[in-house]
Each structure stands twice: as structure tokens, then as C-alpha cells.
């Protein structure tokens, strides 16, 4: 049987992707618990690092060794992918010693490439495209949050990039609006708005799509990879910053959220990581658990 791949969100259907996080939650609360679990035991999860990285490498090693199997962290410093080896030939090789391969890097072909040549399952842990994994992780807190975002407005308030991609894919697969507020020139991608025309509105001012919204989200203004472009960026992204102010035009019971890591007085004022509305340390922390699942799932294929 072919590897199932997790490289968008779309390689799962809406009913896998409920199930899985529901299990994600009980996973949390075993955990919590002081539970224990090892449902990996002797499996190997190799993680290929072509970007920095905080949460998604602790929370994937950690992940493992907590269901009893471990991690390999491979940077391409240090391998024969820094030194040119062709990426299907990593893949063949690699593949045919561990049971699961995570890959961050920059152009969302590479993880294509890789899944394409890969025996074993390959999950995407961000491409410049897509970063399904923290989706997962912020469905996951809403729901632990405030139940169901199905009929739920969504602002996304900042560049239109990996992580509004994948919001945009979670619109579709988890049944909401999203509103993306962001400067001329720094909107979602065309071709991923045009197949989501029906889910996902455009506008310029952060205000009008913050407004009754049910969840307000950013990200940094330049991403990795974007670095010579952050003056600019600092210029254009002026005006589009989360904070109490913005907050107050969306509903009642509003959550914030962000990936992490966050510049204070870029996309969020100094005050909004602590504000009331704000979940993002249990949105980061739910990174761990929505990853044991998705492991569970792809190596496993069990979703409970
Ligand atoms: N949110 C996220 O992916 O964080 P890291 O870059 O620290 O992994
Ligand atoms: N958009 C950010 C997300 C970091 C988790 C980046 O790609 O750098």
C-alpha cells in the first residue's frame, strides 16, 4: 500500500481531520495526566531541518520518544542532501530505515518530491507554501476553546503567507469564513483564492476583518527566508497589527492566536500575548499533541 503523506492539510479528509483531533485532546489530557504511552515503540521519525526551528522540533522529538520510539534530527550541514545528493535518492534511502520522515524547507516541491519517492509517510513541517502541522494545533485549541468553528468567522490579519495558505485549506476543510486583511502586494496566493472564492475575503483594512470575527490571527511580518526584505516589510505591514484596540471589533468571545515565534510591537502589541483573549501558549504546547496524533495516524493508521 502507497504512503499515506501529510504535505497540505488536504491530504486528509474533514472527518480524518476531526477524529484526529479529537484524539489529539485526549492525547493532551493523558498526557496531563502523567500517563503513559507507547504506541511507537521502536519506531524512528527522521526530521530534516533546512529552516530553524523551536516548537517543531521539540515537539516532534519529544513526541516520539514520549510514545516510545525516537527521532533523528538531520540537517543538510550535515548530510549528503547539503552536498547535492539528489532529493529522490535521500528519499529512497532514508525512507527505507525509518518509518516516517518530517521535512521543513523552503520550496513546497522539495517535500513533494521527497513524498513522491518515499516508502514511508512524509509530513510537511512547513514549506515557503504551507504549514499544515500548526493548523492542526490551532483547530485543535478552538475546538478545546469554544467547540466547534464550523459557521465561525476567522480574520487573519498580516501577510498572506505559508500560515494563511493553510488557513485558507483549513476554511475549506473545517467549514468557516476567513477574512484576510493585508497590504496591496501581499495577498494569499491567486490561484489558492480563486479555488477558495467562496470561503475567503480580501479586504485592506485589518478593521473590517476583524469585525464580530470569532478568531483573530497573525503571523511575523517576514518569514523565514525573507530576511533582506524585513525593513520593507516593517514599512508596509504598518498598520496591520493585532492589539486590545482590534480585538475589541471582534466578537465577545474572541480568541487570538499566533504560530509563534512573535516580534512584540511588530504584528502584536507588547500586551497581547498576556491579554485575556490570547491562547497561544496552549496553541503551542498543543503543537505536541496534535503531532502525536498525526503520527499515530500516518505510521499506525489509527485515529484513537
Ligand atoms: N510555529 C512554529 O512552527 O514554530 P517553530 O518555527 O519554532 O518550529
Ligand atoms: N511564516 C513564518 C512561520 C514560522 C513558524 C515563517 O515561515 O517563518
Known sequence: MAARHFLTLNDMTTSELEQLLDHASRLRKEWRAGKTRDSLKNRVLAMIFEKSSTRTRVSFEAGMTQLGGAALFLSPRDTQLGRGEPIEDSAIVISSMVDAVMIRTFAHDTVETFAAASSKPVINALTDEFHPCQLLADMQTFREHRGSIRGATV???????????????????????????????????????????????????????????????????ASMGQEDEQKAREKAFRNYQINPALMSVAAKDALFMHC?????????????????????????????????????????????
Request: net charge negative.
Open 155 to 221: 480574520a487573519w490579519i498580516g501577510d498572506g503567507n505559508n500560515m494563511c495558505h493553510s488557513y485558507i485549506n483549513a476554511a475549506e476543510q473545517f467549514d468557516f469564513h476567513l477574512n484576510v486583511a493585508c497590504p496591496e502586494g501581499y495577498e494569499p496566493d491567486q490561484s489558492l483564492l480563486n479555488a477558495h472564492s467562496d470561503r475567503v475575503t480580501v479586504v485592506r483594512e485589518p478593521e473590517a476583518a476583524a469585525r464580530n470575527a470569532n478568531l483573530l490571527v497573525t503571523d511575523v511580518w
Open 260 to 304: 509563534l515565534p512573535a516580534h512584540r510591537g511588530e504584528e502584536i502589541s507588547t500586551d497581547m500575548i498576556e491579554h485575556p483573549t490570547s491562547v497561544v501558549w496552549h496553541e503551542a504546547e498543543n503543537r505536541l499533541h496534535a503531532q502525536k496524533a498525526l503520527l499515530e495516524f500516518l505510521i499506525l493508521n489509527r485515529l484513537d
